[in-house]
């Protein structure tokens, strides 16, 4: 089984920058598909940036070219780079992986915790 870690949330202000890390523990992290999810209240968690098993990076359109989804295979890491950050980024933001599919979707099997974001304006 596989355990997700998240670290880097926080609140900042319209215009700032974060780094979201999710870190992987119990197997190996490099050949899964896996990216980040984000939840505001009273809304569906939707798909923000992931990574396919074979490398590819898929984008919410919401925050294309301002988020990069990047990895680090040697330390079982996943990241999200978020600048030009606006209010409504606001959510708990969600680390999510799955071996089993190309390309990560909702029904992910593993997850972690949940970091909230918070973005004033």
């Known amino acids: 089984q596989v355990q997700l870690v998240e670290s880097g949330g926080g609140l900042v202000q319209a215009g700032g920058s974060l780094r979201l890390s999710c870190a992987a523990s119990?197997?190996?992290?490099?050949?899964?598909?896996k990216g980040w999810f984000r939840q505001a209240p009273g809304k569906d968690r939707e798909s923000v940036a992931t990574?396919?098993?074979?490398?590819?990076?898929y984008y919410a359109d919401s925050v294309k070219g301002r988020f990069t989804i990047s990895r680090d295979n040697a330390k079982s890491t996943v990241y999200l780079q978020m600048n030009s950050l606006k209010p409504e980024d606001t959510a708990v933001y969600y680390c999510?992986?799955?071996?089993?599919?190309?390309?990560?979707?909702?029904?992910?099997?593993?997850w972690g915790q949940g970091t909230q974001v918070t973005v004033s304006s």
């Open positions: 999510a992986a799955d071996p089993h599919v190309e390309r990560l979707a909702i029904s992910a099997v593993y």
């Open positions: 119990g197997r190996t992290f490099s050949a899964y598909a």
């Open positions: 990574i396919s098993r074979s490398g590819s990076t």
